[in-house]
């Protein structure tokens, strides 16, 4: 009987087993003063779950929140500047399952349209980015 080795899993996976769930986390660096990190979560058999969105941009005095999706931020920095940051997963083009709408308008970042591509299970293609 021949068995054959499970794909590796790709570098940005955290957890130690599919048994108890996997993160795939994508950190995009959007500009000086923005960071999105997307948490993609896949249940114990490796099926899509959730995502999670934390904006980061500390000089603008925006905390650090993990927000499930659909989310939508709406507030002045810490210098009086607006921020708006809205995010929803919406339909993907072949050969992915699903997709991340990103829209934001921030003091150095302007943005509207699919940051972020992904498969339906843990072991399809790895997620496709627009950095």
Excluded: C, H
């Excluded at 500390?58 to 927000?67: T, V, Y």
């Amino acid at each position: 009987m021949t068995t054959s080795q499970p794909e590796p899993l790709p570098a940005q996976v955290k957890g130690d087993t599919l048994n108890a769930g996997t993160t795939v986390q994508l950190v995009w660096p959007a500009s000086p003063g923005l960071t999105l990190v997307f948490d993609l979560i896949y249940n114990a058999i490796g099926n899509f779950s959730s995502v999670t969105l934390t904006p980061q941009a500390p000089s603008w005095g925006l905390p650090a929140q993990a927000e499930s999706l659909p989310m939508q931020i709406e507030t002045t920095s810490s210098t009086g500047q607006t921020i708006e940051i809205s995010s929803s997963l919406t339909a993907a083009r072949s050969p992915y399952a699903g997709a991340i709408r990103v829209t934001a308008n921030t003091p150095d970042f302007v943005f509207e349209g699919e940051a972020v591509e992904f498969s339906a299970n843990i072991n399809g293609l790895d997620p496709s980015t627009v950095w």
